[in-house]
């Protein structure tokens, strides 16, 4: 049976979670690259708000973070004109292909799941669906035939749980799947929170990516720093203010606060005024669109339809082979 995505094609898909509101470990590690790949590749990007469910189960929290999501994206430049944009949901065909990777996926790898283990460990509930992620997250991938997949560092288990779930499906049944790669920019694919841990919504440590001034200049002031007096030298490399001005400054204004930070006599509340400052530049423009989208919400839930009928078309193919190839009759039409 021939394969329902094109051999040698490289097609980008990866999710972001409605879990909370988007920060700018997100944007680093995640929606920057995925905006910029869209110029050069198909790509399928979605709001995963079946994951979201793990850690949000209010349904006005979930339908606000869904839209302010998608908000975001396109306020960062998402160009609808160039790729797909959906809300996970919004493709039910997902759940059949994820039931049929339940069936052949055993319990044992699921339980060497470090993602796992380490949400537990923060308190999460150990739900089935908090288990049951890895298979989820590979049908996400494989429904669209997704050969490059954007993801944290944090996520390449997953991705590698993902590759053998294919390759199961290929040996069991016949060549269908392409096995993904995982795409991890190592330079940026761990930003640290206000705490030195990785920024994360589940820590409470993030700094949102259109936090206002009065805001984000509360969220900076908590970044954690050592003892070191005003008057001594900094070591820039070791510091969370200064990791954090390295993603917003230009090379010139990077190799300027640097300096400053060796000679001595620069503070880190004087870093932490300058990171700021950078913050508000950078989004300057995204947070000017974000506010003409708020004001016009029936042209983002366009773009999330649009984004889904496609995502739709496309998981119904694969669908059809899978049904053919696992002998899953359907007698409806």
């Not at 509340?269 to 423009?285: C, N, P």
């Amino acid at each position: 049976m021939k394969p329902f995505f094109e051999p040698g094609k490289t097609v980008i898909v990866s999710g972001i979670q409605s879990s909370g509101t988007l920060h700018i470990g997100n944007y680093f590690g995640a929606i920057r690259q995925h905006i910029a790949l869209q110029q050069t590749h198909p790509s399928y990007y979605f709001i995963v708000n079946y994951h979201a469910m793990t850690t949000v189960q209010d349904a006005e929290q979930m339908k606000a973070h869904t839209l302010d999501a998608a908000i975001t994206y396109l306020s960062l430049g998402f160009d609808p004109d160039k790729s797909n944009l959906f809300v996970q949901s919004d493709v039910p065909l997902l759940n059949e292909l994820t039931w049929i990777f339940f069936c052949l996926t055993p319990v044992s790898h699921l339980e060497k799941s470090v993602a796992y283990k380490d949400k537990v460990a923060q308190g999460l509930s150990a739900s089935c669906g908090l288990f049951n992620y890895p298979v989820l997250q590979a049908a996400d991938i494989l429904i669209y035939g997704g050969t490059l997949v954007p993801v944290g560092a944090d996520q390449k288990q997953h991705i590698e749980m993902t590759r053998d779930i294919a390759q199961r499906f290929n040996n069991r049944f016949g060549e269908l799947f392409p096995i993904p790669d995982a795409y991890i920019v190592e330079s940026v694919a761990t930003v640290p929170g206000v705490d030195s841990r990785k920024m994360s919504k589940s820590y409470g440590n993030t700094i949102g990516i259109f936090e206002e001034k009065a805001s984000l200049t509360r969220r900076v002031r908590r970044i954690v720093t050592d003892s070191t007096p005003l008057e001594a030298p900094k070591d820039p490399d070791k510091d969370n203010v200064f990791a954090l001005i390295r993603l917003f400054a230009t090379p010139e204004k990077e190799a300027e606060l640097r300096e400053a930070y060796l000679r001595g006599g620069y503070g880190y509340g004087h870093a932490k005024q300058e990171l700021i400052r950078l913050m508000l530049d950078y989004f300057e423009t995204a947070r000017e669109r974000r506010r003409e989208l708020l004001k016009n919400p029936d042209y983002v839930h366009d773009v999330l339809r649009q984004g889904a009928a496609n995502a739709r078309a496309v998981a119904g193919e694969c669908m059809e082979r899978v049904r053919e190839l696992t002998g899953l009759i359907t007698t409806y039409t």
